[in-house]
């Protein structure tokens, strides 16, 4: 039975052969459905899918295979790669040249733990990118695997409205016209050159954005990065640590602005102590062309830094993708952002098209795409008004060390009246640390002193982003302090420090 479709009603009456009146009345009432039926069939041959998902990141993608798994006819529009931004350009890539980084520097320090390497630990350039190219194709590949498994088709082209339920999808100066009952919005973001006096041009200019970055064509021996957040803070990691000069200016206080203060303050340390330079509550005021590189002047607060790179890197700055496809024309309501929607089923103003991901300008998280992807395809297909829920959302930076945080931060929690009671314990005493040299950072927790609730999680260390979904199911289902000091945790693992940062909020901590 399709998703369009009613069951018919038998109504059993016992064997009397002649109907009585209500009888009578009880399989007119019974046929009603039966019309309806017929009805929706007819205006279902209309439409060319029950759903159309415009754009195949990780938002679009999951929403299209949700919907089919729910037995929606689903057509995919993508103007360029399956898997959008993330797998193309950001999360999958930067992660393998992460990975290719932090092995180097495992080699490099690999007599901490009684291992001899012979000669020079080095990365080749041409293998490095090859082997990142080739995580992204697969992972491009099967993306396109899932959309066979499920029936989805996929339409490549560049898609515009005609009307709420009409689009026309062009490729190659080819249009096709597709009509669908419901439509989801996912054509995520791109990054954008924010504006630095003096700093003009692009890639064959040496100003590079992480989408450059990530395809690097070569290792700059000198390079300067404008942004602390978690992109700018990845490439400095990267970059430094395969021999680049990195110089990282963050016009907020302390790295990573958008989490705990105590988790960019640390982060801050750790990376100098690499080497990166790490200018915070600074600007880059100028930029002036020398040679082939740039003279970059930066300025906190009333010193002035000049210095020589040869690469500008902008890691800041993304605009959501809504341009020309008449949204406007046809009743979609935009904000500065992106696309704005009438609440959190995540519907925009038109009652039949959907918005998710970096489109709606919200948490710019692919996790929460897709998690916003699956609520909005439910939505579309049952009629259902599911609403999503950003109370925890993992965050997370893949430096080395890796930071992660859910929930709310320390200054948050205060800032909306809590009675805040915090809890800290360094991953350095533990003995798994210890074991594998991995002994920086700490595990923070923020609860409420009234009634123990769990509010924030916040985690700078080996391994953090993985270990942080604990913390992500104790905000959802709203645990307490009790409830997670009496989770018993594997010893020796890193992850004891989360139980000694819960058992320190109460005041007993054991090996603190």
Same mark, same amino acid.
């Given at each position: 039975?399709?998703?369009?479709?009613?069951?018919?009603?038998?109504?059993?009456?016992?064997?009397?052969?002649?109907?009585?009146?209500?009888?009578?009345?009880?399989?007119?009432?019974?046929?009603?459905?039966?019309?309806?039926?017929?009805?929706?069939?007819?205006?279902? $041959?209309?439409?060319?899918?029950? &759903? *159309?998902?415009?754009?195949?990141?990780?938002?679009?993608?999951?929403?299209?295979?949700?919907?089919?798994?729910?037995?929606?006819?689903?057509?995919?529009?993508?103007?360029?790669?399956?898997?959008?931004?993330?797998? %193309?350009?950001?999360?999958?890539?930067?992660?393998?040249?992460?990975?290719?980084?932090?092995?180097?520097?495992?080699?490099?320090?690999?007599? !901490?733990?009684?291992?001899?390497?012979?000669?020079?630990?080095?990365?080749?350039?041409?293998?490095?990118?090859?082997?990142?190219?080739?995580?992204?194709?697969?992972?491009?590949?099967?993306?396109?695997?899932?959309?066979?498994?499920?029936?989805?088709?996929?339409?490549?082209?560049?898609?515009?409205?005609?009307?709420?339920?009409?689009?026309?999808?062009?490729? =190659?100066?080819?249009?096709?016209?597709?009509?669908?009952?419901?439509?989801?919005?996912?054509?995520?973001?791109?990054?954008?050159?924010?504006?630095?006096?003096?700093?003009?041009?692009?890639?064959?200019? @040496?100003?590079?954005?992480?989408?450059?970055?990530? %395809?690097?064509?070569?290792?700059? #021996?000198?390079?300067?990065?404008?942004?602390?957040?978690? *992109?700018?803070?990845?490439?400095?990691?990267?970059?430094?640590?395969?021999?680049?000069?990195?110089?990282?200016?963050?016009?907020?206080?302390?790295?990573?602005?958008?989490? =705990?203060?105590?988790?960019?303050?640390?982060?801050?340390?750790? &990376?100098?102590?690499?080497?990166?330079?790490?200018?915070?509550?600074?600007?880059?005021?100028? +930029?002036?062309?020398?040679?082939?590189?740039?003279?970059?002047?930066?300025?906190?607060?009333?010193?002035?830094?000049?210095?020589?790179?040869?690469?500008?890197?902008?890691?800041?700055?993304?605009?959501? @993708?809504?341009?020309?496809?008449?949204?406007?024309?046809?009743? *979609?309501?935009?904000?500065?952002?992106?696309?704005?929607?009438? =609440? =959190?089923?995540?519907?925009?103003?038109?009652? @039949?098209?959907?918005?998710?991901?970096?489109?709606?300008?919200?948490?710019? &998280?692919?996790?929460?795409?897709?998690?916003?992807?699956? +609520?909005?395809?439910? @939505?579309?297909?049952?009629?259902? $008004?599911? !609403?999503?829920?950003?109370?925890?959302?993992?965050?997370?930076?893949?430096?080395?060390?890796? *930071?992660?945080?859910?929930?709310?931060?320390?200054?948050?929690?205060?800032?909306?009246?809590?009675?805040?009671?915090?809890?800290?314990?360094?991953?350095?005493? &533990?003995?798994?640390?210890?074991?594998?040299? $991995?002994?920086?950072?700490?595990?923070?927790?923020?609860?409420?002193?009234?009634?123990?609730?769990?509010?924030?999680?916040?985690?700078?260390?080996? /391994?953090?982003?993985?270990?942080?979904?604990?913390?992500?199911?104790?905000? #959802?289902?709203?645990?307490?302090?009790?409830?997670?000091?009496? +989770?018993?945790?594997?010893?020796?693992?890193?992850?004891?420090?989360?139980?000694?940062?819960?058992?320190?909020?109460?005041?007993?901590?054991? /090996?603190?």
């Amino acid at each position: 039975m399709s998703s369009h479709e009613s069951p018919s009603i038998h109504p059993t009456n016992g064997p009397a052969t002649v109907a009585a009146p209500i009888e009578s009345l009880i399989r007119d009432i019974a046929n009603i459905p039966v019309l309806q039926e017929q009805e929706q069939l007819m205006a279902n $041959e209309n439409f060319d899918a029950d &759903l *159309v998902v415009i754009g195949a990141g990780p938002g679009g993608y999951v929403a299209a295979i949700r919907a089919a798994q729910l037995g929606a006819k689903v057509v995919v529009v993508e103007k360029e790669y399956l898997g959008g931004t993330c797998l %193309n350009w950001g999360c999958i890539p930067s992660k393998a040249l992460i990975a290719t980084v932090e092995r180097l520097q495992s080699v490099k320090h690999a007599d !901490k733990l009684g291992v001899k390497v012979s000669g020079e630990a080095t990365v080749d350039f041409d293998a490095m990118i090859a082997r990142k190219d080739k995580i992204v194709q697969t992972q491009r590949g099967g993306v396109g695997m899932l959309f066979k498994k499920n029936g989805i088709r996929h339409v490549e082209g560049f898609a515009s409205f005609v009307d709420a339920h009409t689009l026309n999808v062009e490729k =190659d100066g080819k249009v096709e016209k597709i009509k669908a009952k419901n439509i989801i919005l996912a054509m995520g973001s791109s990054v954008i050159h924010i504006p630095v006096p003096g700093l003009e041009g692009g890639k064959e200019n @040496n100003v590079w954005t992480s989408d450059e970055a990530v %395809n690097m064509p070569y290792v700059p #021996k000198r390079i300067v990065i404008l942004g602390g957040g978690a *992109v700018g803070c990845e490439f400095g990691y990267v970059f430094n640590g395969l021999g680049s000069d990195v110089t990282l200016v963050e016009m907020m206080p302390q790295l990573l602005p958008m989490m =705990d203060v105590d988790l960019g303050v640390e982060l801050g340390k750790l &990376l100098s102590r690499q080497g990166i330079k790490v200018r915070t509550g600074a600007t880059i005021e100028k +930029c002036e062309r020398s040679g082939e590189g740039w003279k970059v002047t930066i300025k906190k607060g009333t010193d002035v830094e000049v210095i020589e790179v040869d690469v500008v890197l902008l890691g800041v700055g993304r605009k959501a @993708n809504t341009e020309g496809m008449n949204l406007e024309k046809i009743g *979609v309501q935009l904000h500065r952002r992106g696309v704005s929607l009438l =609440d =959190d089923t995540m519907k925009t103003h038109v009652p @039949n098209i959907y918005a998710i991901g970096d489109v709606t300008g919200r948490i710019q &998280l692919a996790h929460v795409a897709s998690a916003e992807g699956i +609520c909005a395809a439910t @939505n579309a297909v049952t009629g259902s $008004e599911k !609403k999503m829920d950003y109370k925890a959302v993992p965050n997370a930076v893949y430096t080395s060390p890796e *930071v992660s945080s859910v929930g709310l931060t320390q200054s948050e929690a205060e800032a909306k009246g809590y009675d805040v009671q915090v809890g800290k314990f360094n991953f350095r005493p &533990l003995g798994k640390a210890m074991a594998t040299t $991995e002994q920086d950072g700490f595990v923070k927790v923020v609860c409420d002193r009234k009634y123990g609730e769990v509010l924030g999680v916040h985690m700078i260390g080996a /391994h953090v982003t993985d270990m942080i979904h604990e913390a992500v199911v104790a905000l #959802k289902l709203e645990a307490t302090l009790d409830y997670m000091v009496d +989770c018993i945790h594997a010893h020796p693992t890193m992850s004891e420090a989360v139980l000694e940062a819960f058992e320190d909020a109460q005041g007993h901590a054991i /090996h603190k």
